[in-house]
């Protein structure tokens, strides 16, 4: 069994460093920076991005690897069970989707400023984010949402404040300003709601990851169709 108390410790740090390094620097440090040097500051948000959220992802793997090792036990004989669920999860998400967007917008569908980013990448950065959309994010995600947040602090603050920190916080993080429209964050609420009641029931990181994969796997492939 992995030491709860040491990795809630580490998660702390996970959470702050994801915290300033993400979502606090880029704007606050990079824009400044960039403009000051005449750099293009899309450009250079995109690498900067890339990059830290490798090493946060890998951090984050060191810090819950015994957890990742106990679960993979659990599942390794059991592949195609976790493909199912990541498909079933995928469609829960799309139902909820489609459900929010008709009762908050009247079934106008909404597009996120995440989402407008992504397809307005950079010609080289293409390359890359299919890695960082499909892998590197939702393993980061999932271990800071669901195995920190939810799993860990579940024992601090109760099962039912966790599920709201966790679905809500992973849905603020994508929010890229206050003045935002918060019809835009539906699917990350969506995606926030499945992936915390799937893993509650599983109990296994592995049928999250295939939720959280597949669903931005759908994404990516939509942006490429376009």
Not at 63 to 87: A, E, M, P, Q
Not at 128 to 151: A, K, Q, S, T, W
Request: proline share 3%; hydrophobic share 55%; with cysteine.
């Amino acid at each position: 069994m992995y030491n709860k108390i040491n990795n809630l410790n580490k998660g702390h740090y996970l959470a702050l460093l994801y915290i300033i390094l993400l979502v606090i620097i880029p704007k606050y440090g990079l824009l400044p920076f960039s403009n000051e040097l005449n750099w293009n500051y899309d450009i250079v948000n995109e690498w900067y991005f890339f990059i830290i959220t490798t090493i946060l992802m890998i951090y984050a793997i060191k810090i819950f690897k015994v957890k990742l090792y106990d679960d993979w036990l659990k599942v390794k004989n059991k592949k195609i069970h976790i493909f199912l669920i990541g498909v079933l999860g995928f469609f829960l998400i799309l139902c909820l989707n489609v459900i929010l967007i008709l009762i908050i917008n009247q079934g106008k569908p909404v597009k996120s400023v995440n989402q407008d980013n992504i397809e307005s990448v950079s010609f080289l950065f293409k390359f890359f984010m299919p890695l960082l959309l499909i892998i590197i994010g939702p393993i980061l995600e999932e271990l800071l949402f669901r195995v920190y947040i939810l799993d860990f602090l579940k024992d601090k603050v109760r099962l039912y404040p966790a599920i709201l920190i966790s679905i809500i916080s992973f849905t603020a993080i994508h929010m890229h300003s206050l003045g935002e429209d918060w019809k835009t964050l539906v699917p990350y609420f969506s995606m926030g709601i499945v992936t915390v009641f799937i893993y509650l029931f599983k109990k296994n990181v592995y049928y999250v990851f295939s939720i959280h994969m597949l669903n931005n796997l759908f994404a990516q492939i939509t942006i490429w169709l376009l």
